[in-house]
């Protein structure tokens, strides 16, 4: 399938139109009218199957059932029902932080404030997204210890440009540390590297990474790659929290700044020898 297929597929998901309903209305949208018999060769689905969810397009407005001269056909409605499940689902999400504090004052006062040390684990890429997410916490700056050249090695790209958006607005400077001599491009949120982001390179032989750390605030949060699975540790805890910092500037002063070239985060070493 191709990319922008791919893409559709994820807003159509967004807006709540999933798994075999959003192949059926990409095929209808794409190809015009159709059979379900039609529907069904060209999707490979079973047409008791077929039915069963353009009833639910068809109640959803997405599709509607017309009579022609061979039978009933199926196409898509007008692009306007797509704007109406967006307002639905903006209309969710408003409702959703006018109740939100509620539930949060009630975690707040049965939570145990005076422990401040406490490990959490997650699994898998919504677990790591949680991680990533959870780092935009950072009050003003955000270390980290990177394997590979940037988030998007573990998620996709569109989450990945979401957290840079955001530490740019909430004005975070990240400071990653790398094993690796050469960046490519890898973001278009330009603002960030121009201003919130600097990188050095340190050498496998001093410092091999084998885990990825991020550090801010009084949390310690690693992970890595085991098998297909991504397992990640946030660690709360004051003292190890500062620890790590002065750590992390320990091998920043006898890293190699690298060089930015241009404005989407490719850099480079640039002279293997000096340091800075």
């Known amino acids: 399938m191709s990319e922008k297929a791919d893409n559709?597929?994820?807003?159509?998901?967004?807006?709540?139109?999933?798994?075999?309903?959003?192949?059926?209305?990409?095929?209808?949208?794409?190809?015009?009218?159709?059979?379900?018999?039609?529907?069904?060769?060209?999707?490979?689905?079973?047409?008791?199957?077929?039915?069963?969810?353009?009833?639910?397009?068809?109640?959803?407005?997405?599709?509607e059932q017309v009579m022609g001269t061979r039978g009933f056909s199926f196409r898509v409605t007008g692009s306007e029902y797509l704007n109406a499940l967006l307002a639905k689902k903006k209309s969710e999400i408003t409702r959703l932080e006018e109740e939100l504090p509620s539930l949060q004052k009630m975690i707040s006062l049965n939570s145990?404030?005076?422990?401040?040390?406490?490990?959490?684990?997650?699994?898998?890429?919504?677990?790591?997204?949680?991680?990533?997410?959870?780092?935009?916490?950072a009050e003003r700056n955000l270390y980290i210890f990177e394997m590979a050249s940037d988030m998007s090695a573990y998620v996709d790209q569109s989450f990945s440009e979401e957290v840079r958006s955001e530490f740019v607005k909430r004005r975070i400077h990240v400071s990653q540390i790398t094993n690796l001599k050469s960046i490519p491009e890898y973001t278009d949120v330009t603002e960030l590297v121009t201003k919130y982001w600097d990188v050095r390179y340190v050498d496998p032989k001093v410092l091999k990474l084998t885990y990825e750390v991020l550090i801010y605030n009084d949390i310690v949060a690693m992970y890595n790659m085991r098998g297909n699975n991504i397992f990640c540790v946030e660690i709360h805890d004051e003292n190890l929290a500062t620890m790590q910092k002065q750590l992390f500037n320990y091998v920043w002063e006898s890293s190699k700044k690298m060089q930015m070239v241009g404005e989407h985060g490719e850099a480079k070493v640039v002279d293997s020898t000096s340091k800075v």
């Open 8 to 63: 559709n597929l994820e807003v159509l998901g967004r807006l709540g139109v999933n798994g075999d309903s959003a192949s059926i209305y990409l095929y209808l949208a794409k190809n015009g009218e159709a059979s379900a018999l039609g529907i069904s060769k060209a999707v490979d689905m079973a047409r008791t199957k077929v039915y069963r969810e353009l009833d639910k397009l068809i109640e959803a407005g997405l599709v």
């Open 112 to 137: 145990n404030t005076t422990d401040k040390q406490r490990v959490t684990y997650f699994k898998g890429t919504e677990g790591f997204k949680q991680v990533t997410w959870n780092s935009l916490r």
